[in-house]
């Protein structure tokens, strides 16, 4: 048994979430950790809302509201959005909290301490029609280096390249479109070149990757410069050093702080849990043998997978693990960890591309976008769960059609594995009444190769979950489905009217059972909610695929009460084909998928121009 960290994105916190957001970060994360904890590993899966820096200030600004105001407001819509996804969250909790708070100033102390951030002055963009500051976010100019028109002031988004404001071609601002003033300010900044030896070492020891991501992440090594990490806001986690903690003018930047959620979520777990020290064996190295390692070359027996979207990937393949080896002492300056010990470095980063929609980018502002919640209103959730885990963006970038969102629900869903539960169990209920034994002829070959079949799928299905293949993965848990379902088309059990070939009936309507239920097992990391419906109808008690609760909690530490997703996952089927027992009573079942109207696509269609 391994320690898994499924650490995923978190989502920002000025407006609902919409399905291209879930289809990068959400569900491949929930595949993997429900997988996870089905084959006996420890699973922690964290997250939260992300809620500090600019864009919460300004459209707190706009709305005539404070920032923690927008915050709390969109915090409860996220949470009630990934609950109705049936994303198993050990704790989803948000960045506005004590916990975090602490634990985003102890790794500033620690790196501080160990000199890998250091004061700079450098050039700040102010607005001249405000005078205030212009966060670099906000200001948009063509990039330096390649050229892209639309890069920002911290990023380019074509080349991945990071950029400081200053360095734009013909700087403006996003807010109104001036050209910003630039003035001297002084900030702290991460000394990223310090650490890019321990960095490229850490990525040369990574195998398995999707290969973009490997590539992307080792060319940024070749041009890192030291990195600001704080920013003139008033909105944010303050500075925790003397002359500093009770300015209200300087805070530390939200890049810098979201990332930490991940280590403090973790914490607020554990501590949640009654065991505050518990987080450590998911984020503390060990050389093995239960002492301290380097945290760049040992994964011991904790393991941290990181999933978002490829804008993402620099924060999490470079930023991040800078953070964390700058904090545990490692680098060109050397240093001591903190009172949080030597920290993991990521053991993948799992990055999907991005999702569009119709042919075009989404994009709230120009009403290209089904939000998550409005989706689940009028669809069911397995149903975009399948479309994201079939047809979503895990290796390159994918359209959302409605079309093919039907194709996917009506055909597979519906008529393949839908069709499949529905007449074993029709068949069985209407001529046994429950789950029949196997006739005293036994098996012949092809009930055996059917079982043989479905067997097999454990090991090919799970090691494609565990390596991040999850199209391949549920294609394979597909190909199962349509061999059961050509099985009973060519055995033909309707067709034994005879009492002399009831058992040979009933052989055959317990072989397609017993594949009903290991194809459930199968896809139940897929489709949690249908998976828990075909466990109950094929007569199981209990939990079969664990579900995340909202749960009202107080602050730990100062605060205000706040919403979180959690759950016990402790229950639930295992990674194995479970034999049947015979003699369970069955009854006619209800389908367990819907089968849509086609008129749905011009419906969405004419939501999307209206």
Same mark, same amino acid.
């Given at each position: 048994?391994?320690?898994?960290?499924?650490?995923?994105?978190?989502?920002?916190?000025?407006?609902?979430?919409?399905?291209?957001?879930?289809?990068?970060?959400?569900?491949?994360?929930?595949?993997?950790?429900?997988?996870?904890?089905?084959?006996?590993?420890?699973?922690?899966?964290?997250?939260?809302?992300?809620?500090?820096?600019?864009?919460?200030?300004?459209?707190?600004?706009?709305?005539?509201?404070?920032? =923690?105001?927008?915050?709390? !407001?969109?915090? *409860?819509?996220?949470?009630? %959005? +990934? &609950?109705?996804?049936?994303?198993?969250? /050990? $704790?989803?909790?948000?960045?506005?909290?004590?916990?975090?708070?602490?634990?985003?100033?102890?790794?500033?102390?620690?790196?501080?301490?160990?000199?890998?951030?250091?004061?700079?002055?450098?050039?700040?963009?102010?607005?001249?029609?405000?005078?205030?500051?212009?966060?670099?976010?906000?200001?948009?100019?063509?990039?330096?280096?390649?050229?892209?028109?639309?890069?920002?002031?911290?990023?380019?988004?074509?080349?991945?390249?990071?950029?400081?404001?200053?360095?734009?071609?013909?700087?403006?601002?996003?807010?109104?479109?001036?050209?910003?003033?630039?003035?001297?300010?002084?900030?702290?900044?991460?000394?990223?070149?310090?650490?890019?030896?321990?960095?490229?070492?850490?990525?040369?020891?990574?195998?398995?990757? =999707?290969?973009?991501?490997? !590539?992307?992440? *080792?060319?940024?090594?070749? %041009? +890192? &410069?030291?990195?600001?990490?704080?920013? /003139? $806001?008033?909105?944010?986690?303050?500075?925790?050093?003397?002359?500093?903690?009770?300015?209200?003018?300087?805070?530390?930047?939200?890049?810098?702080?979201?990332?930490?959620?991940?280590?403090?979520?973790?914490?607020?777990?554990?501590?949640?849990?009654?065991?505050?020290?518990?987080?450590?064996?998911?984020?503390?190295?060990?050389?093995?043998?239960?002492?301290?390692?380097?945290?760049?070359?040992?994964?011991?027996?904790?393991?941290?997978?990181?999933?978002?979207?490829?804008?993402?990937?620099?924060?999490?393949?470079?930023?991040?693990?800078?953070?964390?080896?700058?904090?545990?002492?490692?680098?060109?300056?050397?240093?001591?960890?903190?009172?949080?010990?030597?920290?993991?470095?990521?053991?993948?980063?799992?990055?999907?591309?991005?999702?569009?929609?119709?042919? *075009?980018?989404?994009?709230?502002?120009?009403?290209?976008?089904?939000?998550?919640? /409005?989706?689940?209103?009028?669809?069911?959730?397995?149903?975009?769960?399948?479309?994201?885990?079939?047809?979503?963006?895990?290796?390159?970038?994918?359209?959302?059609?409605?079309?093919?969102?039907?194709?996917?629900?009506?055909?597979?869903?519906?008529?393949?594995?839908?069709?499949?539960?529905?007449?074993?169990?029709?068949?069985?209920?209407?001529?046994?009444?429950?789950?029949?034994?196997?006739?005293?002829?036994?098996?012949?070959?092809?009930?055996?190769?059917?079982?043989?079949?479905?067997?097999?799928?454990?090991?090919?299905?799970?090691?494609?979950?565990?390596?991040?293949?999850?199209?391949?993965?549920?294609?394979?848990?597909?190909?199962?489905?349509?061999?059961?379902?050509?099985?009973?088309?060519?055995?033909?059990?309707?067709?034994?009217?005879?009492?002399?070939?009831?058992?040979?009936?009933?052989?055959?309507?317990?072989?397609?059972?017993?594949?009903?239920?290991?194809?459930?097992?199968?896809?139940?990391?897929?489709?949690?909610?249908?998976?828990?419906?075909?466990?109950?109808?094929?007569?199981?008690?209990?939990?079969?695929?664990?579900?995340?609760?909202?749960?009202?909690?107080?602050?730990?530490?100062?605060?205000?009460?706040?919403?979180?997703?959690?759950?016990?996952?402790?229950?639930?089927?295992?990674?194995?084909?479970?034999?049947?027992?015979?003699?369970?009573?069955?009854?006619?079942?209800?389908?367990?998928?819907?089968?849509?109207?086609?008129?749905?696509?011009?419906?969405?269609?004419?939501?999307?121009?209206?």
């Amino acid at each position: 048994m391994s320690h898994v960290l499924a650490a995923v994105a978190w989502p920002y916190a000025n407006g609902p979430r919409h399905i291209g957001h879930v289809s990068g970060f959400g569900v491949p994360s929930d595949v993997f950790a429900r997988y996870m904890r089905m084959a006996g590993h420890d699973v922690l899966m964290v997250s939260g809302t992300d809620e500090h820096g600019t864009p919460i200030q300004v459209q707190a600004d706009a709305e005539g509201l404070k920032p =923690r105001e927008l915050a709390d !407001r969109y915090n *409860r819509v996220i949470v009630e %959005d +990934l &609950h109705g996804l049936g994303l198993s969250y /050990d $704790l989803f909790t948000r960045t506005t909290t004590g916990n975090h708070y602490a634990v985003v100033q102890e790794l500033f102390e620690g790196m501080y301490r160990n000199g890998y951030i250091v004061p700079k002055t450098t050039m700040g963009a102010i607005s001249p029609s405000t005078g205030r500051t212009l966060p670099d976010r906000y200001i948009e100019g063509t990039c330096p280096i390649c050229g892209y028109d639309s890069a920002r002031g911290d990023q380019c988004d074509n080349c991945g390249n990071q950029l400081d404001p200053i360095d734009l071609i013909n700087p403006r601002s996003k807010i109104n479109g001036e050209t910003p003033e630039f003035v001297e300010t002084e900030h702290f900044f991460l000394d990223l070149p310090a650490l890019a030896d321990v960095l490229r070492q850490w990525l040369d020891t990574r195998e398995g990757w =999707r290969p973009n991501v490997l !590539r992307f992440s *080792r060319n940024l090594l070749d %041009d +890192l &410069h030291p990195r600001a990490i704080t920013r /003139d $806001l008033e909105w944010g986690v303050p500075i925790p050093l003397d002359g500093w903690r009770e300015r209200t003018d300087k805070r530390i930047y939200v890049w810098f702080d979201a990332v930490i959620g991940y280590l403090s979520a973790s914490i607020e777990w554990a501590r949640r849990t009654g065991d505050p020290e518990a987080w450590r064996r998911y984020w503390n190295v060990t050389d093995g043998a239960g002492g301290a390692a380097s945290a760049s070359d040992a994964d011991g027996d904790a393991q941290a997978y990181y999933f978002m979207g490829k804008d993402n990937i620099v924060f999490h393949s470079v930023i991040w693990p800078a953070l964390l080896a700058g904090y545990s002492g490692e680098g060109s300056r050397d240093g001591e960890p903190g009172q949080l010990g030597r920290l993991n470095l990521p053991t993948e980063v799992v990055s999907s591309e991005f999702l569009t929609m119709e042919g *075009r980018k989404f994009s709230s502002s120009r009403r290209v976008v089904i939000y998550v919640r /409005d989706f689940l209103q009028r669809y069911d959730a397995d149903a975009l769960r399948y479309f994201i885990a079939v047809a979503g963006p895990e290796n390159n970038d994918t359209d959302f059609t409605w079309a093919e969102f039907l194709r996917r629900n009506n055909d597979e869903l519906v008529a393949g594995w839908g069709n499949l539960v529905n007449r074993s169990i029709s068949m069985a209920a209407k001529n046994f009444g429950e789950i029949p034994p196997i006739g005293p002829d036994g098996l012949t070959e092809a009930d055996q190769a059917l079982l043989a079949v479905a067997r097999a799928g454990f090991d090919t299905v799970g090691d494609l979950i565990a390596r991040h293949r999850q199209k391949q993965a549920i294609g394979e848990a597909m190909k199962v489905v349509a061999e059961a379902n050509k099985y009973l088309s060519e055995q033909a059990p309707w067709k034994l009217k005879d009492a002399a070939d009831k058992p040979r009936m009933g052989t055959i309507l317990h072989v397609a059972l017993q594949v009903v239920s290991d194809a459930n097992t199968l896809l139940t990391p897929f489709l949690p909610h249908s998976a828990q419906k075909i466990h109950e109808l094929l007569g199981g008690t209990g939990v079969h695929a664990p579900m995340p609760v909202i749960e009202e909690v107080t602050d730990l530490d100062v605060g205000p009460a706040y919403p979180v997703l959690t759950g016990d996952y402790t229950q639930g089927t295992r990674w194995e084909s479970v034999p049947l027992a015979v003699g369970r009573a069955l009854a006619a079942p209800k389908p367990v998928f819907r089968k849509l109207d086609p008129s749905i696509v011009d419906e969405e269609l004419a939501r999307l121009e209206s």
